[in-house]
């Protein structure tokens, strides 16, 4: 994981590529558990995305990057993350530390634990 964390910080920017997936609520959660988008964000990159379910509207709502309907867009897509980068950057840092660090979303849960051992 080391290694693979090391290759991905040589990167500005993520790309979370997966094919459509029919839009339901299986596959909005299957979407949403992406490890993929999840390592981007973690690292501070903003991340290019296809379009699918739960990623779309995270990215979109968050403003954690593009999402993209085919590969003819990645282009432009990456140019407008690069225009304007700190944008991006500073809202996936406050964002995954503020919503999915899961280390600081799980202490709450685990502190209730432990407090009705």
């Not at 968050?62 to 304007?84: C, F, H, P, Q």
């Amino acid at each position: 994981i080391d290694d693979y964390t090391k290759y991905l910080q040589q990167f500005a920017v993520g790309l979370v590529w997966y094919s459509p997936l029919k839009e339901d609520q299986a596959n909005y959660y299957i979407g949403l558990s992406s490890g993929k988008m999840f390592k981007h964000l973690s690292l501070g990159q903003p991340i290019i995305a296809t379009k699918c379910p739960g990623i779309t509207e995270t990215v979109n709502k968050y403003k954690l990057g593009i999402v993209i309907d085919n590969i003819s867009e990645l282009d432009d897509a990456y140019e407008e993350i690069m225009r304007n980068y700190i944008y991006y950057r500073e809202n996936v840092i406050r964002i995954y530390r503020n919503r999915f660090d899961f280390k600081k979303v799980i202490t709450p849960f685990i502190e209730c634990i432990d407090s009705t051992s």
